[in-house]
């Protein structure tokens, strides 16, 4: 097993659920849209972004091109939810999981790329 199917992997996990709790409208989820105003339809239709973004990854693994595009558009994703808990006034707790995440995309989409060439 090497590092970017490890990396794969954690993004994997951390998306799906992400996601599926996001699809789900968990009470935990739906607090989070109302905190940083979003209607509970957008937060779903952010899910549903990052569960497409969770079958890109499983695709890269036979497409390689194809995980990095998924990755680039969750890093995409990622960046927005940045700019949302900034402007939310949210400090580094509520912006650490976005950021770890961002970083972890950054690195897996380095390597993907990396090894294209």
Sequence with gaps: MNATTILAGV???AFAAAGAAKLAAVPAMRARAAHVGLSVAAFRRIGTLEILGVLGLLAG???PMIGALAAAGLLLLLGGAVVVHLRSGDG????????????????FLILVVGGLR
């Design 11 to 13: 993004l994997v996990v």
């Design 61 to 63: 693994a036979l497409v």
């Design 92 to 107: 580094p707790r509520e912006l650490a999981p976005a950021i770890l995440l961002g970083l972890t995309t950054l690195a």
